[in-house]
């Protein structure tokens, strides 16, 4: 990933707090033979386990975890290439930025527009797991985290035993051990202070979306502006 050092993010408990807010992430691995047939890519939602004590058994970068369709042929690249390193992309907020926004555009016109956004790289070693008490561990707790703010949760156990059995039947467990994460902020901090408030004020008065919102904030945190 591009990384000017403007825009790099290194804290870990940013990066993974990214990760857990959007867990929708783009797991990227070689093809079959060898990678010769090009790049696979698939779409999944993502668990991060993060190390909380010096002796957990999570690694220090992290630890995630996800499961793949039987009939998704990713999972058997992955079985057959146990050594080849995967990388998933966690996508955060983002939002088109008009140079109108700009105090340098009434100085001297010499602006361009750009796309503001944060994401985040993970590159790790994958073991594929068909055992179905981790498979069990994993849909509750993938659901656990999507429903458990709700008033009333839905839960795995709401379905009928041998339903959830058979589905049991039709996935493979994915466990990442985070060997890198990176990520990039992009949030305006290369822009003079003026534009950096204009882009803020100008993503708000816009309210186009809780993105919109979202990146302002981030033009504000990052750029050392205060809250309107």
Same mark, same amino acid.
């Not at 058994?57 to 290439?81: E, F, I």
């Given at each position: 990933? &591009?990384?000017p ?7 870990q408990?940013?990066?993974h ?20 047939e ?10 991060l386990d ?11 970068k ?31 907020t983002?939002? &088109?930025?008009t ?16 796309w ?39 839960a795995?156990?709401? @379905?009928?035993? @041998? ?59 990052y ?6």
């Amino acid at each position: 990933m &591009y990384q000017p050092p403007h825009f790099q993010e290194t804290r870990q408990e940013i990066l993974h707090g990214l990760v857990r807010a959007h867990p929708l992430g783009l797991l990227i691995s070689n093809g079959a033979k060898g990678g010769a047939e090009g790049p696979v890519a698939n779409a999944i939602p993502f668990l991060l386990d993060a190390p909380s004590l010096p002796n957990a058994d999570v690694p220090p970068k992290g630890r995630l975890r996800a499961h793949l369709a039987k009939a998704n042929p990713q999972w058997r690249l992955l079985a057959d290439s146990p050594l080849s390193p995967v990388l998933v992309v966690f996508q955060g907020t983002d939002a &088109y930025v008009t140079p109108s926004w700009y105090e340098t555009k009434r100085e001297t016109g010499k602006v361009v527009p750009t796309w503001n956004y944060a994401i985040v790289q993970v590159r790790g070693m994958v073991r594929v797991i068909e055992d179905r008490d981790w498979l069990a561990r994993q849909i509750s707790d993938l659901t656990m985290s999507q429903e458990g703010a709700r008033e009333a949760p839905w839960a795995v156990t709401d @379905a009928p035993p @041998a339903f959830i059995q058979s589905q049991i039947k039709g996935i493979v467990g994915l466990e990442i051990e985070i060997t890198d994460i990176s990520g990039k902020w992009k949030v305006s901090q290369n822009r003079p202070a003026a534009d950096r408030v204009g882009v803020a004020e100008g993503l708000e008065s816009e309210g186009k979306s809780a993105s919109s919102a979202d990146m302002a904030g981030l033009v504000r945190s990052y750029g050392g502006i205060e809250s309107q």
